[in-house]
């Protein structure tokens, strides 16, 4: 059974740094990208970015680069998010998901989501 | 940038055919998928590559598309399906995603 199992909830200072992750189980995880979606209170989903595990090509939406990094560790099939110095805007549920194939922009499987929330 | 427009909600009432539109400029050259999320849940995908519906997604649902307008159909709702729906697909390049802004589905 594919699954991918995210970190838990976290709550963090404005200006500290955070790194989430998601495991992926029942797959080969080296042959499928693994992408990071936000979704902020009440608002929609936003896709950050992605990454192939096989050899951590990435790429970061626009509006995203710079603000995050996206990495993962193949030998321990898991993907991370991570931020240097935190925002009370970067608020929100953020979920990992598995590109379906390589010939498919879809996201197959999700992970239950790490509730990010930063405050003073 | 790429946008999709998605309205943002739609009514219908239980047995009525519901239908959401998605509208871009990347839709005539990239495929069209559609997610269905409820409150406190991961989304679902439930078409792929603008008409295919994943196993285990019931056959109310289906997609369509036309130049830079894709739709979802659900036929025969049913109040479970009152839920958030998203499209989603790429810029022409394939390098960026982009998802729409959502619509709520509302069962009356």
């Known amino acids: 059974e594919v699954q991918l199992v995210q970190s838990g909830a976290e709550v963090k200072k404005p200006g500290e740094s955070l790194k989430i992750s998601c495991k992926g189980s029942g797959y080969s995880f080296t042959t499928y990208w693994i992408g990071w979606v936000r979704q902020m209170p009440g608002k929609g989903l936003e896709w950050m970015g992605i990454?192939?595990?096989?050899?951590?090509?990435?790429r970061y939406s626009p509006s995203f680069q710079g603000q995050v990094t996206i990495s993962a560790d193949k030998s321990i099939t898991t993907a991370y998010l991570q931020w240097s110095s935190l925002k009370a805007s970067d608020t929100a549920m953020y979920y990992c998901?598995?590109?379906?194939?390589?010939?498919?922009?879809?996201?197959?499987?999700w992970g239950q989501g790490t509730l990010v929330t930063v405050s003073s | 940038s790429y946008e999709l427009t998605q309205p943002p909600s739609v009514s219908v009432s239980p047995g009525q055919t519901a239908r959401i539109t998605c509208s871009g400029s990347?839709?005539?050259?990239?495929?069209a998928y559609w997610y269905q999320q409820k409150p406190g849940q991961a989304p679902v995908l439930v078409i792929y590559k603008d008409t295919e519906r994943p196993s285990g997604i019931p056959e109310r649902f289906s997609g369509s598309s036309s130049g830079t307008t894709v739709t979802l159909t659900i036929s025969g709702v049913q109040a479970e399906d009152e839920a958030d729906y998203y499209c989603q697909s790429a810029d022409s390049r394939g390098i960026y995603w982009m998802f729409g802004g959502g619509t709520t589905l509302t069962v009356l």
């Open positions: 990347t839709l005539p050259k990239q495929y």
């Open positions: 998901a598995r590109r379906a194939d390589s010939n498919s922009f879809s996201l197959d499987y």
């Open positions: 990454i192939h595990p096989r050899d951590s090509d990435t």
